[in-house]
């Protein structure tokens, strides 16, 4: 009869845990199965158009427009990032303006800030989507800015280049230093609130 009862006790304690461990949440306050159904439902090429929408609604956002190329693709077993690099040359007194352009374009768009790095020299911003794909935008040499978005892990398949073209030259490795000047983002001159990308 002890027998009995122990292991009945013995199966009690294993449904528990393991109905707890089904229920395991992540992050983004879904379980992690939840997340992981959500991502298989799309294979690497369809999350890289899904990037791909992103990045142009991003750049569509910023006016004036900034010159841009395509940056590397780059995939893994189950994940893919697309890139944008900035042509334009931004100078130092508008970067922080074409920042917060960016930054509240994603908001409008319903992404969540995960972080601001606010270095002077190189400065970034990070953000997700409700469905966990990354973007982010940072600031390198020559005030640089590029744009990336990344992909949770998802189905394995082939990765086609990019559809969309920019609107100057498309490079390939190596991408040079901004070099296409504009009136008002390489200005150095201080922005007047006036300005269509001051507000």
């Not at 790095?117 to 190189?122: L, W």
């Amino acid at each position: 009869m002890k027998k009995v009862r122990i292991i009945h006790l013995i199966a009690i304690a294993t449904c528990f845990v393991a109905s707890a461990c089904g229920a395991s949440g992540d992050s983004s306050g879904g379980t992690v199965k939840e997340h992981q159904n959500t991502s298989a439902k799309i294979t690497m090429q369809e999350a890289a158009e899904q990037q791909d929408g992103m990045l142009d609604a991003t750049l569509d956002a910023i006016k004036p427009e900034v010159h841009w190329t395509h940056g590397a693709t780059t995939t893994g077993t189950c994940d893919v990032t697309r890139r944008r690099v900035v042509m334009t040359i931004v100078s130092e007194e508008r970067r922080g303006n074409l920042l917060g352009v960016v930054q509240r374009s994603w908001e409008q768009r319903g992404y969540t800030i995960k972080s601001v790095n606010k270095s002077r020299k190189f400065p970034a911003i990070f953000a997700e989507t409700k469905d966990g794909f990354g973007i982010s935008v940072s600031v390198g040499g020559d005030g640089q800015f590029t744009f990336s978005a990344d992909s949770p892990c998802v189905k394995h398949s082939d990765v086609a280049e990019p559809t969309t073209s920019p609107n100057g030259p498309d490079y390939k490795y190596p991408i040079p230093r901004p070099n296409v000047r504009s009136d008002f983002w390489s200005s150095d001159k201080p922005i007047a609130a006036s300005s269509p990308s001051a507000s």
